[in-house]
């Protein structure tokens, strides 16, 4: 795969692990649950699920699973539309359970994927809703800035 080596990536309280075969349904149920989260708002069914992880393993997106200390799921990001060429890669897919918001794990592991990603990458956009101003807070204390409106796209380039 192009781009970062696809391997667990570990932090203080939680790990981002790669995706594997056997978190697609959970993958599944859980992007439905938060499907308005998504710039593409539409439920996925379990057949949409398996076309969708044929293509990602032809691609160079790199999907990652959050997980607890303990391996408990929490939620997912990645990065996508990955483009080595010019050292570019788009931050997002991100969901993190709603028992879990508030207690600062969204911000630790955005920040732990993007400072990853910024060793190969010279640049992570991310696209947010405009109404989504807990996620913009966490891109903006994350080293992110405003790069287009009105849907507002923020990067972070290598310093």
Same mark, same amino acid.
């Given at each position: 795969?192009? /781009?970062?080596?696809?391997?667990?990536?570990?932090?203080?309280?939680? *790990?981002?692990?790669? %995706?594997?075969?056997?978190?697609?349904?959970?993958?599944?149920?859980?992007?439905?649950?938060?499907?308005?989260?998504?710039?593409?708002? /539409?439920?996925?069914?379990?057949?949409?699920?398996?076309?969708?992880?044929?293509?990602?393993?032809?691609?160079?997106?790199?999907?990652?699973?959050?997980?607890?200390?303990?391996?408990? +799921?929490?939620?997912?990001?990645?990065?996508? *539309?990955?483009?080595?060429?010019?050292?570019?890669?788009?931050?997002?897919?991100? %969901?993190?359970?709603?028992?879990?918001?508030?207690? /600062?794990?969204?911000?630790?592991?955005?920040?732990?994927?993007?400072?990853?990603?910024?060793?190969?990458?010279?640049?992570?956009?991310?696209?947010?809703?405009?109404? *989504?101003? *807990?996620?913009?807070?966490?891109?903006?204390?994350? /080293?992110?800035?405003?790069?287009?409106?009105?849907?507002?796209?923020?990067? +972070?380039?290598?310093?």
């Amino acid at each position: 795969m192009k /781009g970062m080596e696809q391997k667990v990536i570990e932090g203080t309280r939680l *790990n981002l692990v790669p %995706i594997n075969v056997s978190d697609i349904e959970w993958l599944r149920i859980i992007r439905n649950q938060y499907k308005d989260h998504f710039l593409d708002s /539409g439920g996925i069914s379990p057949e949409q699920q398996k076309i969708w992880y044929k293509r990602y393993l032809g691609s160079n997106d790199q999907m990652y699973v959050v997980e607890l200390k303990s391996g408990e +799921r929490i939620g997912t990001v990645g990065l996508y *539309n990955i483009d080595a060429d010019n050292r570019v890669a788009t931050f997002g897919r991100v %969901i993190l359970l709603e028992e879990y918001q508030g207690k /600062g794990y969204a911000e630790e592991f955005v920040k732990l994927l993007v400072n990853e990603a910024l060793r190969i990458f010279d640049k992570i956009k991310v696209e947010v809703h405009l109404d *989504n101003i *807990n996620a913009i807070a966490i891109y903006a204390r994350s /080293g992110f800035k405003v790069a287009t409106k009105p849907v507002l796209l923020l990067e +972070r380039i290598k310093e």
